[in-house]
Nanobody
């Protein structure tokens, strides 16, 4: 059972920056696509960014040019660097690991990001 633990959420002013981290319990990046999702109350969980086992990345249109996903294989960690944050970025952010062949999913517990003045 893979465990994912997010950290780094908090309160930030509009236009500010914030970095999220996701620590995996084991080295899974060569088998799993790692992704960040976000969710607001009453809405579905939406994909924000992902990084594939090969290192390819993809972003939601709403965050392109502002967010960057990366990983550190040695630390079993995935990161989401967010800049030029907007109030509409306010959400609970979740780390996700999806096996590249079986589709098995693992989720972190989520971390709150609030963008407000």
């Amino acid at each position: 059972q893979v465990q994912l633990v997010e950290s780094g959420g908090g309160l930030v002013q509009p236009g500010g920056s914030l970095g999220l981290s996701c620590a995996a319990s084991e080295n899974i990046f060569f088998l799993y696509t790692m992704a960040w999702y976000r969710q607001t109350p009453g809405k579905q969980r939406d994909l924000v960014a992902l990084i594939t086992p090969g290192g390819g990345t993809n972003y939601a249109d709403s965050v392109k040019g502002r967010f960057t996903v990366s990983r550190d294989n040695a630390k079993n960690a995935v990161y989401l660097q967010m800049s030029n944050l907007k109030p509409e970025d306010t959400a609970v952010y979740y780390c996700n690991a999806r096996h590249r062949t079986t589709g098995i999913n693992y989720w972190g517990q989520g971390t709150q990001v609030t963008v407000s003045s």
